[in-house]
């Protein structure tokens, strides 16, 4: 996703695992100023929704009791921006903002004028949908964008709005991603909060409405209001990271906020380096220079050297700068192993092995030792008592050869298995057939299937089913090798006619042709008995027009 900038937007999945790690980098002290707001908030709600729902005389205090939730829901919103403003600061890894009581006032009084609208406007984009995404998105950049300083309502919703349109793929496939995570955590803590009750029945042997009840307490709409609340309380965090994620990347399309982030780390490693080797250079010169002025100038300027050696190399060998070097090839040992590659490939296998039994080895005893103690013999209180290492050895081994053989058999039933299913395929794809069916053509079997026929037929004596067999044998193969074009429409005339046409260079073929094609309707269509000469005659004719046309298959 690429924008009109040049800049690529960061994915949806990318924007919430960014998220959940901005969630991390800010801490308790983040979370501790959202949970400030929203739980009161969250608390009052339900107190206001049980009581209601509930109380025969809730109509008389109506009025200031929804005064009080707008209180807390004002409230609430002021916290949030904190929240918001602290994960901000967090990106542009700067201290978080202050808030003085002259700016709460002002952020208060611009998130009641603006977010109240949003529990009107909320709800008819979502019935709506196609909006959703952009007022979402909108609603939660009033929440990010709200600076320090004073701002205007008017330049506010601007700017929100602006930083909402930008990137609907990812705003709409992130809506897409929290909804799914959202309902996993309401689903979770449905069952969370109805085991509970369950659990402490079974235990304690607490009775409670809810295990009373029992599965109607599900439908209790102070309960569903209750994880409702719950599941805010768990996921919004992740909303307001990830939206205030999307207004900095958003708004560093223009300022390249993102890309100083990303290179501070670097630039403050880098100066701490350059500050560490300006005082060891300062530390070192003043060395250097007194040596010089001695006679041994020489050695105390190869002294230098090698103290500098020294610390490049100390500092090169830091796990940071360890991914820069190459890798280093293990010089070669003196003794060698002379064994060849066949014998170190068995002593490769033969270790694991090894070590394998060796571990069963020690499961065994493990096993022998609890057994023992479970079942105590009384010839332990003497020292003796039964020994149950070597029948759980027996009984190891035995179940280990059990299933050698078991895979064995497995393996021999497939092998076995694996070629006869080949044949049933080949033998599925080419049905039986019914040699005197007249709607028979010689396309619906290969040549060889139906000289095949032809033979079992002739086994069986019935020389005027192996006649017909036969020809539909030879007009296969002169459709495999294209001198006719085999069809059920096409009678007899038609592939002689075809064959005039096209092997006129060919008269033997034509003439072989002619013969079997009158012995074949003398026999099937005018019920002239089929004598054995007849079949051989028909046989040699079939293996010359075979001859012939096998050098143009």
Known sequence: M??????????????TEAAVRLLRQTGAAGLA????????FLLGLLFFW?????????????????????????????????????????????????????RCWRTALRQAAVQA??????????LIVLPMAWVYAFYQNLTVLDAPGTRPVKALTGEAWQQAVPWPG???????LISVF??????????????????????????????????????NTTFLTAVCALTYACIDPLIK????????????????????????????TTALLVLWGAMAVAVSLPQAGAAADGPTAG???????????????????????????????????????????????????????????????????????WLGRRFPQPEQRTGGGRDWRPLIRLLFYLTGALLLVLLLLGMRRWWMTRRPADHTAAALLEPRVDIHDETLTAGDLPSDRWHMLARQLMARNDLRAALRALYLSMLAQLGDSGHVAIARFKSNRDYRDELVRRAHAEPELLACFTRCMTAFERAWYGMHPVAETQLSDFITDQERIAALVQPTA
């Not at 809730?58 to 949030?80: E, N, S, T």
């Open 33 to 40: 100023e959202y949970y400030i707001g929203t739980l009161p």
């Open 117 to 126: 609208t949003g529990l009107v406007v909320l709800p008819i984009a979502a």
């Open 299 to 369: 050695a105390a300027q190869e002294a230098y050297a090698r103290q500098l050696d020294e610390t490049i190399d100390r500092v090169l060998q830091e796990r940071r700068f360890a991914w820069r070097l190459p890798r280093e090839k293990p010089a070669a040992a003196a003794d060698e192993d002379p064994q060849g590659w066949i014998a170190r490939a068995f002593r490769w296998l033969a270790d694991p092995i090894a070590e394998g039994l060796a571990a069963v080895d020690r499961w065994m005893e493990a096993i022998a030792d």
């Open 50 to 102: 049980a009581d209601m729902s509930r109380n025969p005389y809730a109509d008389h205090y109506l009025a200031p009791a929804a005064g009080g939730m707008a209180l807390l829901f004002i409230w609430m919103k002021v916290w949030q921006v904190r929240f918001c403003r602290r994960l901000w600061s967090a990106l542009h890894d700067s201290a978080p903002e202050p808030w003085p009581w002259q």
């Open 182 to 219: 959202g309902l996993m955590v309401l689903l979770n803590l449905i069952m969370a909060l109805m085991l509970l009750p369950y659990l402490g029945k079974w235990l304690l042997d607490i009775e409670t409405p809810f295990t009373i009840s029992g599965l109607r307490a599900m439908t």
């Open 2 to 15: 690429t924008t009109r900038q040049g800049r690529t937007a960061p994915g949806a999945l990318d924007l």
């Open 170 to 176: 990812q705003n709409h496939l992130l809506l897409t």
């Open 241 to 268: 990271a990830a939206y205030t994620l999307r207004c900095f990347h958003t708004s560093a399309l223009n300022s390249g906020a993102d890309l100083h982030a990303a290179i501070k780390p670097f630039l403050k």
